[in-house]
């Protein structure tokens, strides 16, 4: 009975060996940034429907300014949920590195104040 169970535990490793080619391929991309444009945003506000997720990028000239402000959006990039969860991994991932070689970032700007 010994080897009729050693044939069972076997089975699997030889049915994945057998698999097609085809759905052990990899992609690979290749990515062209040659038209890209820089920009520089201080102002993100995101908004979404039941398709998309849209973020909207841009410049906020005085962001310590009192009263109503005028923020220029200059780019906004629109996307569907799966790309967006995509996009929040990588970020995540990105800030975690970051922060452990550089320390924590402190995105409430009076904690990061230091009175003199």
């Keep these: 009975m010994a080897k009729d169970e050693k044939k069972e535990e076997a089975a699997p490793e ?4 057998e698999a097609p080619a085809e759905a052990q391929a990899t992609q690979t991309l290749k990515v062209d940034d040659s038209t890209v444009t ?6 993100c506000r995101v908004s979404s429907t039941p398709e998309e997720l849209i973020l909207d990028l841009g410049l906020n000239p005085n962001p310590y300014a ?14 569907n949920h799966f790309t967006a969860k995509r996009l929040l991994s990588a970020l995540s991932m990105s ?13 409430d700007v009076r904690r990061r104040v230091v009175a003199r």
């Design 38 to 43: 820089a920009g520089y945003a201080n102002f």
């Design 14 to 17: 030889e049915a994945a060996a």
């Design 66 to 79: 009192q009263g109503e402000v005028t923020v220029d959006v200059g780019q906004r990039i629109i996307m």
């Design 95 to 107: 800030l975690q590195r970051h922060e452990q070689a550089f320390g924590v970032l402190e995105t």
